[in-house]
């Protein structure tokens, strides 16, 4: 039996075309996947993303057990920040990417992805031994993105809530009974409410009248695409490292006595030299490059790992893993034809404006 979320009944009453996203009943669109993504690049437009694991984690010894949890450094941010980084094996294959919130000293939230969740949480747990944490699952919390040039406005006016202007990019703050952080996966501005399962029909309701275009998979998909954003099992997972996933940004080798999981694997794979680059291509025509398909450059072979139309450059594009080099061209196979593409350095949209 699939999952729902506490806003199954209003997607259906919406016409959301309902599919299983893993193991959850979610809307691939409302009728047009092309005007909702049109609707989060140029005004706002809200996705229920009930499905993503939220996280609690509480004690004295927290703080510690995340700077070894996750190959990014906790230790960098302060009360309501926000930190974006990987959870990693010991061979430095990357579990799961995810968010994480620090409300207190000895308090931190996590938001894992759907289809990692029983993999995610077992680990956690694993890992928690000698540590004083307590790690709590929030079934109790539904969330809702809230995306888009006018997003923030819609959201500070449907919750009557003036305070939440001063919110900065990657920060976080408690509003009544929700949890409100300016982060996102469209390359947009915008926030994530964090709320009382009970009350998201309300606040979904409240802004869907205020305007707000509701939204579905397709478009959260061709929206994070754009904006050179990882989507977890097809731009990376256990087989692969950050640094091959275009994310050496998000692990943290500094202070060097920090021995975080996966850290010596990092090491070996950056000192022998990283043989492979997570790269955009654009292709001016043909077929859409869909996951898996070959891609050719002067140095190797690559693959496509994740590919679609982009509505806002109105053309195909995809992220490609390819060999290390310095390569600008490709070719992709498509259908037993080579396509030429530009190689480019993501995002290829952010805020709106094309960047390639």
Request: net charge negative; charged share 25%.
């Amino acid at each position: 039996m699939q999952n729902i979320t506490p806003l199954y009944q209003a997607h259906l009453d919406a016409g959301g075309k309902l599919v299983d996203f893993a193991g959850w009943s979610l809307p691939i669109h409302y009728g047009s996947q092309m005007e909702e993504h049109h609707a989060v690049r140029r005004a706002c437009g809200m996705f229920d993303v009930s499905h993503m694991t939220v996280v609690d984690l509480r004690g004295a010894g927290t703080q510690a057990y995340l700077r070894r949890l996750l190959a990014n450094d906790v230790a960098k941010i302060g009360d309501g920040q926000a930190l974006y980084g990987c959870m990693l094996d010991e061979r430095g294959g990357v579990i799961d990417d995810l968010i994480t919130y620090r409300v207190s000293a000895d308090f931190y939230r996590t938001v894992v992805n759907a289809a990692t969740r029983t993999a995610d949480l077992e680990w956690m747990q694993s890992q928690a031994q000698g540590f004083d944490v307590e790690i709590t699952e929030r079934k109790d919390l539904a969330m809702i993105a809230v995306q888009g040039p006018r997003a923030r406005q819609q959201v500070i006016a449907v919750l009557d809530a003036p305070t939440l202007v001063d919110v900065k990019p990657f920060r976080a703050v408690a509003h009544e009974q929700c949890f409100v952080a300016r982060t996102g996966y469209t390359g947009e501005d915008g926030f994530e409410v964090l709320l009382p399962a009970d009350r998201a029909v309300e606040f979904w309701d409240a802004l869907k009248s205020a305007g707000v275009q509701p939204c579905g998979l397709g478009a959260r998909d061709s929206l994070r695409l754009e904006a050179g954003l990882n989507l977890y099992g097809q731009d990376m997972d256990a087989h692969t490292t950050p640094l091959v996933s275009n994310l050496t940004w998000t692990v943290a080798f500094e202070p060097a006595e920090r021995d975080f999981i996966g850290r010596a694997a990092l090491e070996a794979q950056r000192q022998a030299g990283v043989p492979e680059r997570l790269v955009g291509l654009v292709l001016s025509k043909g077929a859409i490059p869909r996951s898996g398909a070959p891609v050719y450059t002067p140095e190797g072979e690559g693959r496509v790992t994740s590919g679609s139309f982009s509505p806002t450059l109105e053309c195909p594009i995809a992220l490609a893993r390819i060999p290390a080099g310095e390569s600008t061209e490709a070719e992709v196979e498509l259908r037993g034809k080579r396509l030429a593409a530009r190689v480019v350095k993501p995002p290829f949209v952010r805020n709106g404006q094309i960047k390639v």
